[in-house]
């Protein structure tokens, strides 16, 4: 019998034999060679994280706690994101495939997949497996766009992972004149600089302080300030700060509430910080009542998935996720070095398990089948 990578129970990994159904009309039957999960969203239902006992209720356009049900059909769970394939077998009524073809899509982690051919797509001539399951982090840091960075911008990227490694490119693309990238993790940041970052930081050695490391090394330290004049009631009109220190424009992609406090730090008077995290846990680490409040920073919460877009119609899923494929496919965004480690599929349980317990061994991890 085939078998899929499922968490039985909060960080439980382990392979399950499953069986192959017949095929119904219009399935087919795809044999895996790639796949890999995602390193956020996936584990924070995996750990059954505080995040993942509140649903979001489509009517109500909020979160609710998620009901007795619900739970319990929180496991067992499939594991994975992506995956890659051959069409080994074709249902009655099937007009894409005709059998052999590579194929890739949103799938988990298994030998086999039975599901509608509209589920899965031919892969691109010049689309590798590893680039063809980083769509969905291409897709995800395709949010950056919210952050809104202009011609010159001084930018800070917090966190390295897939997403982050392709927000930086996009950065670059976007037209940032200076990006310094955030990680604790040594060859994320090695690959952060190959990628187009100007300067990157290792939190860790900054006394937990990263954002001042960030406003002392860009921006002004003095700017010519207007006379204060007392007005009606006793108040001062003066700027609240000397100089015009910090970046223009944060990002924060880590998932971590204390490196949004160390990015809103980091980010100058007046300037945006754009949130493409899903944070799992309670916010600790997080003090609205500092820079937040006194320096009047934008925050913006940015996802793809969360539709319409802001600039719909102009802006779709669809959209992004064309554009994110082409540039994969042209060389435009490289994924080069952001799939690994890659293991066999025979290895997977405990390669996933590392990926929770130990994420500085892993940027994104692959499974290799056959």
């Known amino acids: 019998m085939p078998l899929e990578l499922i968490a039985s129970g909060p960080r439980t990994p382990e392979l399950r034999a499953y069986d192959e159904l017949p ?28 995040a993942a006992h509140r649903v979001y209720d489509v009517e109500l356009g909020a979160m609710r706690p998620r009901t007795a049900r619900e739970a319990s059909d929180a496991f067992p769970r499939p594991l994975g994101n992506m995956a890659v394939g051959t069409v080994s077998e074709i249902g009655a009524g099937v007009t894409r495939f005709s059998g052999g073809e590579t194929v890739f899509g949103h799938l988990p982690i298994r030998e086999t997949h039975t599901v509608a051919e509209r589920m899965v797509d031919p892969l691109p001539p010049g689309l590798s497996p590893e680039a063809a399951v980083c769509l969905d982090p291409a897709v995800m840091a395709l949010a950056i766009r919210e952050a809104r960075i202009g011609l010159g911008d001084r930018v800070a990227l917090f966190g390295l992972g897939a997403i982050g490694l392709f927000a930086v490119q996009l950065a670059r693309l976007a037209g940032a004149s200076h990006i310094t990238a955030v990680d604790p993790i040594a060859p994320r940041r090695a690959l952060a ?49 000397s100089g015009q220190r910090g970046v223009d424009v944060a990002v924060e992609s880590t998932g971590v509430t204390s490196a949004l406090h160390q990015a809103i ?21 997080l003090h609205l009542g500092e820079e937040f409040h006194i320096n009047q920073i934008e925050l913006r919460s940015a996802r793809s998935q969360s539709l319409p877009l802001r600039d719909a119609p102009g ?30 599929f025979a290895e997977c349980v405990a390669a996933y398990r ?17």
């Not at 300067?199 to 010519?224: C, F, K, M, N, Y």
């Open 315 to 344: 802006w779709s899923l669809s959209r992004l996720t064309e554009l994110a494929l082409d540039w994969l496919i042209s060389g435009k965004l490289s994924a080069k070095g952001i799939v690994d480690p890659i293991v066999p």
């Open 193 to 241: 600089l190959g990628f187009g970052a100007d300067v990157v930081l290792d939190p860790s050695e900054l006394d937990g302080d990263v954002g001042r490391a960030i406003r002392e090394l860009t921006g002004s330290r003095e700017t010519p300030q207007p006379d204060g004049g007392r007005i009606a009631g006793g108040y001062v009109e003066a700027s609240t700060q």
């Open 23 to 50: 095929l119904c009309t219009g399935e087919i039957r795809i044999r895996s060679t790639f796949a890999s999960p995602k390193h956020g969203t996936e584990l924070v239902a995996y750990r059954d994280a505080p």
């Open 265 to 285: 730090r980091a980010t100058r008077f007046g300037g945006t910080v754009c949130v493409l995290s899903f944070y799992g846990n309670e916010a600790t680490g």
């Open 354 to 370: 590392a990926i929770d317990e130990h994420p500085e061994r892993a940027i994104k991890l692959g499974i290799r089948f056959g």
